[in-house]
């Protein structure tokens, strides 16, 4: 198949900015010697069995489980306002849609900085607890402020996908199950969701990948009791100065979240027009 030339440009900016930046750190991560020097790289195997010890594989398994929570959570707070704002009529649906999307343009830094406000000592949060006689509860730099800055973050990534899946959704299909008898639960349970599935499985995808790589709200909102695979990458590359372990780091990370789309997309198409049956 013959390539377009309009299409050149685009293969141009691919190959400088994806692959030769990917190239790289492949590089780097199969290497040992000084990050500086090129003369002095040897290929090694021995960043993969560094990071093969406990201590980092726990830091691994903690992003994951924090990625994995904060992706349910986005799931059950996003499913129903996705439902709810595609019920609505068209004028409304775009007011509460603009709501939803303007704290998106604001900086991703000024909002995570927000919440060290709102969760510190002097917050609004932590002065709401003390007056209900909850004192000394510590709302900052733990799992918990990890969770509620990644589920304010990435809550409109879930949202969106599904809202946009289930205003294009056919109402007489939802009318056709209600005139054979079924009642509001079974219309969504084997309608409604069914036919949603597209939606969620991209919110799932947007939400956890850059939930479980997510370095700044870990670091602002955990501080050094919440460290994550993304600190330790930036660790490697801005402190230690060791681009190699990064790298290593950096290629674990990208194969388990390639993995991991993997996983969401054939699910996906396995699903992909089951829910046309009403039962």
Known sequence: MKLNRIGYPYLIWLGIFILIPLLL???FAFTTGDSQNFSTFTFSMENFEKFMSP???GVLYRSVRLAIISTVICLV?????ALIISKEKPKIRNILVLMLVIPMWMNFLLRTYAWLTLLGKNGILTKALSFIGLEGVSLLYNDTAVLLGMVYNFLPFMVLPIFSVLTKMDNNLVEAAEDLGANRSEVFWKVIFPLSLPGVITGITMVFIPAVS???ISGLLGGNKS???GNLIEQQFRYTGDWHFGS????????????????????????EGGGGGLW
Request: proline share 2%; charged share 10%; no cysteine.
């Open 55 to 57: 201590i980092y594989l």
């Open 227 to 229: 460290t994550l695979i």
């Open 248 to 271: 290593t780091m950096s290629i674990i990370l990208m194969v388990f979240i390639l993995a991991s789309m993997a996983l969401t997309s054939k699910f996906d198409k396995e699903k």
């Open 77 to 81: 707070l996003g499913y129903p306002i």
């Open 214 to 216: 997510t370095f700044v």
């Open 25 to 27: 750190v492949t590089y």
